[in-house]
């Protein structure tokens, strides 16, 4: 069983044209566990890092945008559960045998153009079990996560972090740097907590993996 773990956050754009970068930031950083979000996979795709097993969910219009996936270490103890695949959210999650208990760790992707409510990330959120690590690309902005302005997705998302007493892992620096020069950069990939006391969590930005996040 896992006592201490080292998870990666990365929105891909497209996740099969970096599988050696990749490869490569696993093995420099010693990565347990990367959650990827917008994974443009389908049906067809076809991915494999040695050491590493994937789990992915597509969006349900079987299209080649959108999606999430996980790559975990095979060595650690897991499996994976139902994932989530709704126009407006999808999620890849698996359960991690860890010590004393188990945690569900979950790659989410929200696209911005989706206004989720607070009971929509709530039913979402409830179904992760006690103890969860939900992170990725919530396109909710908020300034108590290092966001310039506070958005409606990201306030409601923020009442219910609020309602359920969740907590949320963050560097508060931007994490997407936009190709648009009219637009700034800002901080929209963060991850949401439950049952994990902050003493055991640390954050940190990295810039090594190549993409507009």
């Not at 996740?15 to 490569?24: F, R």
């Amino acid at each position: 069983m896992a006592k201490f773990l080292w998870i990666a956050l990365w929105n891909a754009n497209g996740l099969a044209q970096h599988k050696v970068e990749i490869q490569l930031f696993l093995q420099h950083n010693i990565i347990d566990i990367l959650l990827i979000s917008v994974t443009h996979f389908t049906m067809k795709s076809y991915f494999k890092i040695p050491q590493y097993n994937i789990y992915y969910t597509n969006h349900p219009d079987r299209k080649a945008h959108a999606g999430t996936a996980i790559l975990i270490k095979r060595i650690i103890s897991h499996y994976e559960v139902p994932n989530y695949d709704e126009d407006s959210l999808q999620a890849t999650s698996i359960r991690v045998r860890t010590l004393p208990y188990e945690l569900t760790v979950t790659a989410l992707y929200s696209p911005p153009k989706y206004n989720l409510k607070k009971d929509h990330y709530d039913s979402f959120l409830s179904t992760l079990g006690p103890r969860f690590m939900a992170g990725g690309d919530y396109n909710g902005k908020h300034t108590t996560w290092g966001s310039r302005i506070t958005t409606i997705k990201g306030k409601e998302l923020f009442n219910l972090l609020q309602e359920k007493n969740y907590s949320f892992l963050t560097t508060g620096n931007p994490t997407y740097w936009p190709t648009d020069p009219t637009k700034q950069p800002d901080c929209l990939d963060f991850s949401i907590t439950n049952g994990i006391s902050s003493t055991y969590t640390a954050t940190e930005p990295s810039h090594d993996l190549s993409s507009d996040h």
